[in-house]
């Protein structure tokens, strides 16, 4: 493209987001297919109490998401469920009496029991590597035999494990730089992959594209590997810098496993939200798997290398079709949602 088209299409590209900016996002991008949205990652709190879980609803709405699942501690569960029908739940498990053993099992059971009592058919555990940071003893790891009766009432209720396996490459050079501590971001991978060869019949959800959007050949070798693995595309900041980094490569991947990718946001509703928030990210993801659009973002990105550019990846419409409803109505109802 020539110079003066292509600053014609950076100051269309720009002028598009203004006038986004101008409406509070809260006009989502005209539809490239006729399907609602299912966010399958999504930090609700207190729901009936928290007007401001409400402002969050308010934005999911106007872009057509139709189902939302809330990643909640188990005493919040409820509440979430009866407010809103179209939120589903997922307990988060606990790892903080992990070096009790006894103690560890029996909390967890019990919160596994309760939730399935309640309908809850998903559960989630947070292994990033900060959880050395959170708990004294013994390091949590999802292969360690104290998760091994976890699993087991997992496998017998049939439920779906969503997990955080691991964090951006930037923050392994910087937040986690101390390997000693903190191991590298290969060594993040083992435990996981043991839980998927030990429990086959159990579906998993790796939330941020399995953790390591970085590296599209990684997570070919994940899902070639383990038929019960599938990656959701939660985290904006972080999916639309690594992926659009490498546009042609992801749309090629996203393309291949549009089975297996489910689309999430891991919006987290927050009780002084800054203008726009909840709008701007549904925005974004819409622009960012829809359009071919590149420009300045407008969410700002603190471990971006430079200002932050939204580079769409204008996915094939049948891809998206499958990311954003196909496959997460299939994966729900393979558990029983």
């Given at each position: 493209m020539a110079g003066p088209a292509r600053e014609g299409l950076s100051r269309m590209n720009s002028e598009i987001v203004e006038a986004a900016r101008r409406d509070g996002f809260l006009v989502p991008p005209p539809p490239v297919v006729d399907c609602p949205l299912w966010d399958l990652h999504v930090h609700l709190w207190h729901a009936v109490d928290r007007e401001f879980d409400r402002d969050f609803m308010a934005a999911a709405r106007r872009y057509n998401v139709e189902r939302i699942v809330n990643l909640a501690w188990i005493e919040?569960?409820?509440?979430?469920?009866?407010?809103?029908?179209?939120?589903?739940?997922?307990?988060?498990?606990?790892?903080?009496k992990f070096a009790e053993a006894d103690a560890f099992i029996e909390e967890n059971l019990s919160i596994l029991e309760q939730g399935v009592a309640m309908g809850i058919r998903i559960c989630k555990f947070w292994v990033a590597p900060r959880i050395r940071d959170r708990v004294n003893g013994a390091i949590p790891r999802l292969d360690d035999p104290r998760c091994d009766p976890l699993f087991e009432a997992i496998e017998r209720h049939g439920l779906l494990v969503m997990l955080h396996i691991a964090d951006p490459d930037r923050w392994f050079e910087t937040k986690y730089a101390d390997a000693g501590r903190y191991g590298t971001k290969a060594e993040q991978y083992p435990q996981l992959e043991a839980r998927l060869r030990r429990h086959p019949s159990v579906l998993f959800q790796a939330a941020h594209m399995g953790g390591d959007p970085e590296h599209l050949d990684h997570l070919d070798r994940l899902l070639s590997a383990h038929p019960n693995l599938f990656l959701d595309t939660s985290a904006t900041r972080w999916i639309v810098r690594e992926l659009g980094a490498q546009p042609e490569a992801a749309r090629a991947f996203l393309t291949l496993w549009a089975d297996r990718v489910v689309f999430g946001t891991?919006?987290?509703?927050?009780?002084?939200?800054?203008?726009?928030?909840?709008?701007?990210?549904?925005?974004?993801?819409?622009?960012?798997?829809?359009?071919?659009?590149?420009?300045?973002?407008?969410?700002?990105?603190?471990?971006?290398?430079?200002?932050?550019?939204?580079?769409?990846?204008?996915?094939?419409?049948?891809?998206?079709?499958?990311?954003?409803?196909?496959?997460?109505?299939?994966?729900?109802?393979?558990?029983?949602?």
């Open positions: 919040h569960a409820r509440s979430s469920m009866d407010a809103f029908p179209e939120v589903r739940v997922s307990m988060f498990m606990r790892w903080e891991d919006q987290v509703v927050t009780e002084k939200p800054e203008p726009h928030r909840y709008a701007l990210r549904y925005w974004m993801h819409r622009m960012f798997w829809e359009t071919s659009i590149v420009c300045p973002s407008p969410l700002a990105d603190d471990d971006a290398a430079g200002p932050p550019v939204l580079r769409g990846l204008a996915l094939p419409p049948a891809t998206l079709e499958k990311i954003y409803w196909c496959t997460p109505r299939r994966l729900h109802g393979l558990v029983g949602l």
